[in-house]
């Protein structure tokens, strides 16, 4: 084993990395405009074919009347969440406590916004309905995640889904979809994404996660709604004289990847199989619902990675390059995997002989127990 | 003369157009990135050698401590003030009536920021010391745009910018430098970036201007604003994973054109020249003190196209895409004028052969003087 290598540059090194679609490097983009007809004309402050068509392209995969493309998720949010409260008079929202708008945003929301968001349920769980039957205050918007990144992933089944939506609908609380990972959903529900969508009032979805883009999102909704979405934009300071890099990129990765989503999925589940053969280790969910998890390890960080290092040393496969923190407890920490186009490019027999090595390493390990 | 053709038809189809550096279109990005390094890993969440270099870069063009790369001007913008306004504890600003965070980004300083500006001055002309110190309310900022765009790009004497910014500093009010045309005046000034910059607090400075790239914008100032305004960008949904594709841009186009304001200067004196050579026919400034002017005509839209229509097509120049309405004042109208690479490429006798056809055209009409 190297000395003094961090996870990151073993993963970096290896043979084969097998997390996502690829590193991210300018490749993305030079590859998306590769043979493309530089005469195209650019969009300005949000017109032109080339944003406009998109726009059309992906409300009718969503089913969702129109559809305008943001520079960002956080800002498409906050902003749909704003037109809901003004439009109900109340400037109250709910959401699950590990919201992507409450924990990585710097509190945008109620800086930019003055919006009042209630944390819905439990970190550990899904927001269910129960939940949002015992909400005490009126709320303008229910924004649900699905599926909830940062509990590895889980989804709701369908029919609680379809249940939620009916509550709110019969009270007039607007339902907002956090559709960051909407896509790689499809394989698991069995439906299209116009048919999850239909149970949602506005939809944001994002290019950068499966699909792969550079960046960019689009917010979709009653065309009311993305109209005066398309004000907040310039507000935001969102309403960029070109957006185009991200669009023709954004574009060029959906027609790519868009079909992929059940092969994800699948490998996924294979994926989480063979971590959870490994002693002190288990995943979240246990069988994934989309290409992603969380994979929680009974091991502090300090233990974990030299055992990692050595596995993507000796085998060439490169699980993943960083571990988060201690997950709240001493002596344990875990990884979120995504599968992309690289799990499939790996061999299969090297993975499955990094998976051996790991097990290996994890016995003794496992056997002494925690540190400390 | 074609029946039916638009003026940005007519400009479109010319043999030599000759505003600015060249047509929108994603070939500008196609160029910046070609030969590129493809393995170059892309900035992620404001991190990484590609963002922070040339944020390094243009702080010290600035002569500022330090700068951050923004999607848009809008975005920077307001959050330079709110933070000059949190410091101060004091939520208001001046600036001029027609900056452009007063009349292009649908209000966001008071929508997102609650900021109360004061409009100082007249629309007509530009802000004066004597404006600031008849003052009688408190604020916490000072804006200045350097030129101001919206009267034809019109400049102060430096020394009024030195008393201004004296004035400023003794009574804590902060400066801002709304810069969008910064690298435009050095050669008027006969100063450098930062010898501007240095009567300001904060600064920024925009690279689709005359430097032609695709979008994006820098804000400079003191280590401690800018990284205040690193959180403020995400609340904003400004910190994009990537914002390469206008970094690279706009670093490609930096270095080919910084080196030509006073190129760009020179061709706007000539031009101006030119069209104040015509009757009814006047630019603001009379001689422009940047590579930017506006040209007033003394005739309606209506008669004035087909007039400027028949001097593309007969002379291959195309001198404008576009009038701006009625100047407040009914048959009267303008445009806004950007010289950049396309002037020079002109063949001069092309140019005057133009000025002399657009002269000859409007001497009846200028004869008649305004229409009704």
Redesign the interface.
Known sequence: MSKGITLAEAYERSAYPIRGNG?????????A?DG???????D?YGKGD?IENFQRKIADCLGMESAVF???????Q?IALRIWCDEAGLKRVAYHPLCHLEIH????LK???GIDPILLGEKERLIRLEDIRSLRDDIACLLLELPQREIGGQLPEFEELEAISAYCRARGIKLHLDGARLFEITPYYGKTEAEICALFDSVYVSF?KGIGG??GAILAGPAAFTETSK??K?????????????I?SADYYFDRRIGKMAEYYEGAKELAGLYNGCPGVKTIPEQPVSNMFHVHFELGKDLLEPILIGVYEETGIGLFPALRGQDEREGTCYCEINVGDLYDNAPKERIHEAFRLLREKLEPVARIGKRG
Chains 1, 2 share one sequence.
Request: net charge negative; charged share 20%.
């Open positions: 590193k991210w490097a300018v490749r993305q983009l030079i590859e405009f493309y007809n530089g005469d195209t004309a650019s300005i080339i943001f520079p960002s998720g956080t800002m498409a906050q945003e710097e509190d945008g800086e930019l916004h950068y550079i960046a004000v907040w310039r507000r935001h300071g969102g309403d960029l004289i070109s957006l185009y890099p991200y023709v």
